[in-house]
């Protein structure tokens, strides 16, 4: 069964941390793994990651993917009471357009 | 780039009735769109796949009579909730993927919550 699983289900940490999120996955005809933040509203699309080893980065967020071991982490540096979110991680696979979600993890960034 | 309306934000209405919420791609083709639901606090829930001018694809356990979905041109799709129950009550969340990439991100509306009372 195709399946993604996210870790830590939460985490609360204080302003000025850094944080990183995992994400792993089973799938079949694996095609690419993405990220989005969701606040209140609906997610945001934050990164896609289709090759191993090659680092996507944004401001203070970056994200890699590892293709043999079959994970993604999403490391956010200097982290801020604004990225309080839920942050979802999502695969899609080369069968059809549908993307397998994680549980999400729930951050919370105290000041 | 890449925006996603949906309408209305936010819909009260009475059991029985239909509702009707509309997503547009804006600056996109869009000949895939999806169509989520999430209760509180839970992970996002697939209700359908629609491509541009066929009928849509129903997960397990979605009532296609009950949630019809019509996604008549390239940037607009609709899903109608008929005769609404209070149960039908959640956030409804369409997003788009754009045809002209090859990637398979897919981006979202800001949702509609729908309440039935």
């Known amino acids: 069964e195709d399946k993604v699983v996210q870790s830590p289900l939460s985490l609360v940490v204080h302003e000025g941390d850094t944080v990183t999120l995992n994400c792993s996955y089973e799938?079949?005809?694996?095609?690419?793994l993405l990220w989005y933040k969701q606040e209140k509203k609906a997610p945001t699309f934050l990164f896609m990651l289709?090759?191993s080893g090659i680092e996507k980065k944004s401001g203070r967020l970056s994200s890699i993917l590892d293709k043999k071991e079959l994970f993604s982490i999403l490391n956010i540096t200097a982290t801020q009471t604004g990225d309080s979110a839920v942050y979802l991680c999502?695969?899609?696979?080369?069968?059809?357009?549908?993307?397998?979600w994680g549980a999400g993890t729930k951050l919370i960034i105290k000041p | 780039g890449a925006v996603v309306s949906q309408h209305p934000s936010r819909v009260i209405c009475k059991s029985g009735t239909s509702v009707k919420i509309e997503c547009r791609s804006l600056?996109?083709?869009?000949?895939?769109m999806f169509w989520y639901r999430q209760f509180p606090k839970q992970s996002l829930m697939l209700m359908a796949t629609?491509?541009?001018?066929?009928?849509?694809?129903?997960e397990q356990g979605v009532e296609k009579d009950k949630f019809l979905i019509n996604h008549a041109s390239l940037t607009l799709s609709t899903l109608t909730v008929t005769s609404a129950h209070p149960e039908d009550s959640s956030f409804y969340i369409c997003?788009?993927?754009?045809?002209?990439?090859?990637?398979?991100?897919?981006?979202f509306g800001p949702g509609t919550r729908l309440t039935v009372t």
């Open positions: 997003s788009a993927r754009d045809g002209q990439t090859l990637g398979h991100e897919q981006y």
């Open positions: 600056d996109f083709q869009a000949t895939t």
């Open positions: 629609s491509n541009e001018g066929s009928k849509a694809t129903y």
């Open positions: 799938v079949t005809n694996f095609r690419s």
């Open positions: 289709t090759s």
């Open positions: 999502a695969v899609s696979m080369d069968s059809n357009y549908q993307l397998i």
